[in-house]
């Protein structure tokens, strides 16, 4: 069984970088054909897509957020990483990894809540 | 970006009474080389993250209990609880996996009256 766990600070300043991890385990993160996504939450309000690594790196991600964001793997560590820079209050949420498998989103992390405050 | 919007934004049914929840697409999430409709919907339960429920509109995921019934028509998406349990109180979204961004409805809360 996949499992999917992320992990970094709860507390961002503004205009810093949020850095998240997502650490997979019960499977390698570079086997089948999946795209390893992040998807946040802000508090009491819908699922926001954020982008997308495959397998191989290739990557996509949201155009409302393109300019600042970045999403890689680590294949060493079986993990891939979100890093979101020059945060504002607006980027306050729950963020989600999770595994898109062609037709749906199957596996999903907790989620870890990210605070951008000073 | 394709939008997807879902109606009621929330709704109560008596335990054992039927639930439907609406989806529409701003444009056609239907993929011809396979037929398919890439609209899945998920539940989501106070502080738990979404959990898949149907795929391609209406394929139940694997453990998914079998009165969660996806139907499509169109550009028009339906999920029906037909016999609502106490442990279906959540949220429910559906969601378009046709074209980058993906995007989800607003979300349908169902309670028990």
């Known amino acids: 069984q996949v499992q999917l766990q992320e992990s970094g600070p709860g507390l961002v300043k503004p205009s810093q970088t949020l850095s998240l991890t997502c650490t997979v385990s019960g499977g390698s993160i570079t086997s089948g054909s999946y795209y390893w996504t992040w998807i946040r939450q802000p508090a009491g309000k819908g699922l926001e897509w954020i982008g997308r690594i495959y397998t191989i790196g290739s990557t996509d991600y949201s155009p409302s957020l393109k300019s600042r964001v970045s999403i890689s793997l680590d294949t060493s560590k079986n993990l891939f990483s979100l890093k979101l820079n020059s945060v504002t209050a607006a980027d306050t949420a729950v963020y989600y990894c999770?595994?898109?498998?062609?037709?749906?989103?199957?596996?999903w992390g907790h989620g870890t809540m990210v605070t951008v405050s000073s | 970006d394709i939008v997807m919007t879902q109606s009621p934004e929330s709704l109560a049914v008596s335990l054992g009474e039927r639930a439907t929840i609406n989806c529409k697409s701003s444009?056609?999430?239907?993929?011809?080389?396979?037929?398919?409709?890439?609209l899945a919907w998920y539940q989501q339960k106070p502080g738990q993250p979404p959990k898949l429920l149907i795929y391609w509109a209406s394929t139940r995921e694997s453990g998914v209990p079998d009165r969660f019934i996806g139907s499509e028509s169109g550009t028009d998406f339906t999920l029906t609880i037909s016999s609502l349990q106490a442990e279906d109180v959540a949220v429910y979204y559906c969601q378009q996996s046709y074209s980058t961004p993906f995007t989800f409805g607003p979300g349908t809360k169902v309670d028990i009256k």
């Open positions: 999770t595994r898109f498998n062609s037709f749906g989103f199957d596996f």
């Open positions: 444009q056609s999430v239907f993929f011809n080389s396979n037929k398919k409709n890439y």
